[in-house]
């Protein structure tokens, strides 16, 4: 059975480290110059020596997002179900150390919700809950699915990680895209960060994407908590995992996110802070690096700064984001698990985008390619 643990074991940490950092110039306009870029040219690309390149990177990253997706931004909204968890996490409000109200939505919780998001103009939501199998486990899943994709084109989770058989029940549910972030790929940094719970098991992390591949996923999303460790690198192990998917699990569609460290209640400070520049050049490599694969930019980042990236590279983005449970009607006030940057609301990004000639499209883009065919 393929295995993506087994090509990772292949690579060393400090190795892969040393080869980005020693790229020059010549790797980076070889890199620029060759239209089918290797896992070596992504490399040139975050290296340090590719930074006075970033403004022949953008040029050549918007061409290519244009060619693919048009100028079309798919919008979604996070919805929390669940804020119990069973795992610490040191950078999140949920973890299980931190002294919160915890709250699980029910059916008329979930159905208010439901109605509140619909206002807002969304017909795909990503569902969002903590690690706590007693609350929130694959039963509360499959009922809560079955409760919400009758309202939405399009229903994605961000959720624990789950078993293969897990993901083939609730998958002809109507459940149409898994985000699972790797958070790092450092393993020994990982354990640091997952000290307790189910999320402190590195290898089944990482092998969640194959379980979801085998299981005959449409869509999903992999990236890392940028931050926790050396981004570069962690990007890096990115790129070699969705090289790997796309060949191992090749009608399995991908998206990618790189979200950035933000404050929450007792928070963590990033270990290696990653400015916007680097952002910028981190979404253009993506982009040169696989002209398929979906962007997605949180509303972590700031009204400056997505209004600018927009145009590098971005095919999705959250809008008017509320990251706790009842946040859009239910219980504004409970506790959020990280702040949000960019607090205007869906109507206010739609109205951002088609002032840059962008049309916003409220479900997965594919499904609605689909429903005009
Ligand atoms: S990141 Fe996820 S698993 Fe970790 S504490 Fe937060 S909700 Fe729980």
Redesign the pocket.
Known sequence: MPNFKDLFEQYSWEEVKASIFAKTALDVEAALANPDRTLEDFKALISPAAIPYLEQMAQKSHELTLQRFGNTMQLFAPMYLSNE?Q???TY?G???DNKIKRKTLNDIEIAREVQAIKKLGFDHVLLVT??ANQTVGVGYLEHAIGKIRPHFANVSMEV?PLDQADYERLIPMGLHAVLVYQETYHEADYKKHHPK?K?SNFQYRLETPDRLGRAGIHKMGLGTLIGLEDWRVDSFFTALHLDYLERTYWQTKYSLSFPRLRPFSGGLEPKVAMNDKELVQLICAYRLFNQEVELSLSTRETNTFRNHVIKLGITTMSAGSKTNPGGYDVDPQSLE?FEISDERSPQEIKEMLQANSYEPVWKDWDVALESLG
């Open positions: 968890c795992n610490i996490c999140c949920f973890s299980l903590g690690e624990q719970g999320k698990q």
